[in-house]
Every structure is written in structure tokens, then in C-alpha cells.
């Protein structure tokens, strides 16, 4: 694939961010703009390598054809490109762009060298797509009657209403927010993403005959919709029995919602935030143009500390440095990673190594170094004497000497303690809201997600099925697309086999 000797006359070059001091004064996309040259070039670095490992399970999820596409990309073939690549993902322009990119870390130059930028070829391919009118509506050419409701717009619902609406069922999708999208919406900040990237798709979805009901919550309280809302929240509340009844299937797909804690002295003070309701009120304003039916957590001129080294950490940071904040720490747990893999982090696993993204990028732009701190534990938050965060706590902790109540140990004297008027927590999700899962009497696994096998998707009760962050815990995009199709396959076999039993049925009555 690609050029035979590419991978021995190119060096990897990735798609340049913005310059940090430029992409600071906006919340517009910071990828620049790239010549086809550059791509072409880059796709020839793929290796006729024999046995694929990007497009494997190790690498790609959704088991995207990369070693195809970027050999078109090489010949510029870009239209057949695309066709390659939405044999696979549903969302490339998704993938293209938050996904942490799996199949580069198992890409099988990366044994001996820098491994392809498949991400970047990847984003490329479908904004070329739709540029040049190559993504259009298409509508299935028959429709079976069969009904489906999937509750949750991000990724995996997604995915599932586009495959179950190809198939020719009838879906619709509830979304208990003002608009579609889920976590692609308001869970990634828009220099990450542009909403419009994700309206573009919506749209075509309703286009193509899906349909999106927002501002519905699904609960499993009552048999009844009830809006217990105030009048100015104009959520309604609809039981999920109620969608039993006029529904032939239902996928879940509500993510893992509910947020870690982090339960020390001080937590009741204001000031304490979690992370997506911080994420999620700086995107609303920027769509409603500064009006939100709710204050924004605002980071300017505050010391902010934010709690967690993950990506949702990460665009925290990069969220409050375009607030204006005055300073920026970035607590994490665990010990500085290494910057080559270890032995016990081998080819084809997702290399564990220290990493600088655009969000570590900015802070240390704008206030002259890296932000985080590693292995640091907080102890205590401490009040301002007016109910509000003025400080936290800390100790450090060596990894290398486990204790008898945690796998490290605190480090004697080496209490700190940081000024901090805003605290973002980013800790992860412990697993979905179990209203629906309650009301139902649905099996969860010891992680309190819905119980589900992989491959089959179906829950514990007929007709219910259930996929992405609530089934499989929380994870990346590109795996959230990869259970909406296979939740969507399961779905098709599902209602097929209930359509035979009932022809059996007829059959007897002769």
C-alpha cells in the first residue's frame, strides 16, 4: 500500500495546530489548513505491511480499511477514498477529529519509527467529502413498518439510527437536550469540534428519514409523561413504558453520565464544579450567542485547578485559558508517564507515554509552563470563611511503595497548598443514571452499567437493547460508533426473527 519505500523516504509529519498565541483569542477549530501534496505524501508512508494491525480490534474499533484508503489518497483517488472509508464509520468527521487515534499506536511502522498519520488522512478524506458534494442525503429504498426509539444522540445512538434507517426501519432518537449530539455536542469544546461539524451530519441523518425529538427526557418513573420541570425549562419527562408500548425495539444509548466524585473535607463549598456542566454551559453560550438559561462557570480571573489528566481534564484546561483565568493547575494522580514505551507496554498496545495536547499546550503559552503535577493527591479544599473554595490542600505520593490501604504512599512533609477559586473536577464516569435501568428491572454488571453481552447488545429484558458508554463503561468515540453498529445489527436480527415467528403464528391458523 501506498509507496513501496515511502516509509524509508518520508518522515511523519502531522496536520500543525494553529499557532497557541492566535487559536487563544477564539474557540474556532485550531487544525490548519493542510495542502493535498502534504496528505499524499503521508498516505505513501503506508506499508504493504503484510497483516494490518491498525485496522485490527488492537487498532481501529470500527475496523476502518486504512491501508486502502491511504493508498488512494497516495494515487489520488480521493472519491473512492471516501466510499473505503464510509464502508466502516459512520462519522469519520467525528473520528477525524477527537478520536486519540488507536490505530496510529498500532500501526506497524511505529515498531521502528513514527507511525502513519492516519487521523489526519482520515479527516481529510470526509471534509474533502463534503466539499466538494460528495456526502449526500440517501434515502432506503423500502421501509419495513418497524418502529425503534434510541434514546441518546451521541455517538453510538447515532450510529445505530443511521444503520437501522439504511436498513429501511423507522427510528426515532430522544435527546434530553436542546440539541442533538450528546457528548459531540457539549461534552467537546469547539475548538475541537464545530457544532456545525456535528449539525452538518445531523441534518443529513433527518434528511435521510431518522427523526430527533430534543428536550424529552426518558425516565422510568411513571407510566405517564409528566413535566415537572418549571415552565421556563421546557424539558418534558416521558416514561419509558410509554415507549414500550409504541415501539418495537429501544436501544439505549445514554452514555455514563454519572461523574466521579472526589469526597474530602470541603467538598460542599462553592466553587467546586464538575467538569461537564462547565464544558457544557461554555458551549451553550457560544451557540446562543452569550444567552443560557443557566450562569456559565466562568474561570476569569480565578486561580483554577482542575482535577484529572484525561482528555475531558485537558479540555478543561484549554475552556478556562479562553476564559482569561489567572493561573491554571492541572492535578494527576498517577506518576509522569515515560516518553518511549516500557516493557511492559509492547507493540501493538496503545503506547502509554507522556503526551502534550493542544489544552497543555496553551497554558504553558499563556503562563510560561506545563500545567500539570504529577502523583499529587488532594486532602482537603479550604474555605475562603464565606462558604466559597479558596485553596486546596495536597500531598505527594510515591507509586514505588504501595500501602496497606492504597497501591502508593504519601510522602511525609510534602504538603502544598495551591490557591484555587474555581475547582473543575475530570475524574471519569462511574456509569450511567439508573432510572430507566430501576424502573425496568434491568441487570447491570458489577460497574452498575446495563448489562449487555458484546456482539449481542440485548439487556436483560425483550426488545431492549443497549450500547456505547452505558453498556460498555466510559470510552472513546470511535468505540461508541463501533456498538451503534453492531447494537444496529443486533436490532435488525431481533425485529427479523419476531417477523418469522409471527409469519409461524399465521401459518397455523390454516
Known amino acids: 500500500m501506498g509507496k513501496p519505500t515511502g516509509f524509508k523516504e518520508y518522515p511523519r509529519q502531522t496536520v500543525p495546530y494553529a499557532d497557541p498565541f492566535e487559536r487563544l483569542k477564539s474557540y474556532q477549530e485550531f487544525l490548519a489548513p493542510v495542502p493535498e501534496e502534504h496528505l499524499k505524501t503521508q498516505g505513501a508512508r503506508c506499508m504493504d505491511c503484510g497483516v494490518p494491525f491498525c485496522q485490527s480490534e488492537t487498532g481501529c474499533p470500527v475496523d476502518n480499511l486504512i491501508p486502502e484508503w491511504n493508498d488512494l489518497v497516495y494515487q489520488g483517488r480521493w472519491r473512492e477514498a471516501l466510499e473505503r472509508l464510509h464502508k466502516t464509520n459512520n462519522f469519520p468527521e467525528f473520528t477525524g477529529r477527537v478520536c486519540p487515534a488507536p490505530c496510529e499506536g498500532a500501526c506497524v511502522l511505529g515498531i521502528t519509527d513514527l507511525p502513519v498519520t492516519i487521523k489526519n488522512i482520515e479527516c481529510a478524506i470526509i471534509d474533502r467529502g463534503f466539499a466538494e458534494g460528495w456526502v449526500t442525503p440517501k434515502q432506503p429504498s423500502h421501509r419495513t413498518g418497524k418502529k425503534i426509539a434510541v434514546i441518546g444522540s451521541g455517538p453510538a445512538g447515532l450510529a445505530a439510527a443511521d444503520q437501522l434507517n439504511r436498513t429501511g426501519h423507522n427510528v426515532t432518537v430522544f435527546e434530553r437536550h436542546d440539541r442533538v449530539g450528546g457528548l459531540l455536542m457539549y461534552g467537546i469544546p469547539n475548538m475541537k469540534l464545530d457544532k456545525s461539524i456535528v449539525m452538518r451530519r445531523v441534518n443529513l441523518l433527518q434528511a435521510e428519514g431518522v427523526k430527533f425529538i430534543t428536550r424529552t427526557h426518558i425516565v422510568g418513573d411513571d407510566d405517564t409523561p409528566v413535566d415537572s420541570r418549571p415552565e421556563n425549562d421546557a424539558v418534558t419527562y416521558l416514561s419509558i413504558h410509554i415507549l414500550r408500548k409504541d415501539f418495537d425495539a429501544i436501544l439505549l444509548a445514554c452514555g455514563a453520565t454519572r461523574p466521579r466524585d472526589l469526597p474530602i473535607p470541603g467538598r460542599q463549598l462553592d466553587g467546586i464544579h464538575y467538569a461537564m456542566p462547565f464544558l457544557h454551559h461554555n458551549t451553550q453560550m457560544l451557540l446562543d450567542d452569550g444567552q443560557v438559561t443557566t450562569p456559565l462557570i466562568s474561570a476569569r480571573n480565578r486561580d483554577v485547578i482542575v482535577i484529572g489528566g484525561g482528555d475531558t481534564g485537558n479540555d478543561c484546561i484549554g475552556t478556562a485559558v479562553r476564559h482569561g483565568c489567572k493561573s491554571l493547575i492541572n492535578f494527576e494522580l498517577l506518576e509522569r508517564p515515560p516518553l518511549q514505551r516500557t516493557a511492559g507496554n509492547p507493540w501493538p498496545q496503545w503506547p502509554r507515554i507522556f503526551r502534550t495536547d493542544y489544552g497543555h499546550q496553551e497554558a504553558a503559552t499563556r503562563f510560561g509552563h506545563d500545567p500539570r503535577e504529577f502523583a499529587i ?9 464565606h462558604g466559597h473554595v479558596a485553596a486546596i490542600r ?30 473543575l473536577l475530570a475524574m471519569g464516569f462511574l456509569g ?3 432510572s430507566i435501568a430501576s424502573s425496568l428491572g434491568l441487570e447491570t454488571d458489577n460497574r452498575s452499567n446495563f448489562k449487555a453481552d458484546y456482539g449481542h447488545f440485548a439487556t436483560s429484558i425483550p426488545g431492549i437493547f443497549a450500547a456505547g458508554d452505558c453498556r460498555r463503561g466510559q470510552s472513546l468515540v470511535v468505540w461508541a460508533i463501533a456498538e451503534g453498529r453492531g447494537a444496529a445489527r443486533a436490532i435488525d436480527h431481533y425485529l427479523s426473527t419476531q417477523n418469522l415467528a409471527a409469519q409461524d403464528r399465521a401459518m397455523t391458523c390454516f
Do not use: M, N
Open 377 to 385: 493527591l488532594a486532602k482537603a479544599f479550604i474555605d475562603d470563611g
Open 394 to 423: 495536597t500531598l505527594r505520593i510515591d507509586w514505588s511503595k504501595p500501602s496497606d490501604k492504597a497501591p502508593f504512599t504519601e510522602i511525609a512533609d510534602s504538603e502544598t497548598i495551591y490557591p484555587a477559586q474555581l475547582v
Open 432 to 434: 450511567p443514571e439508573q
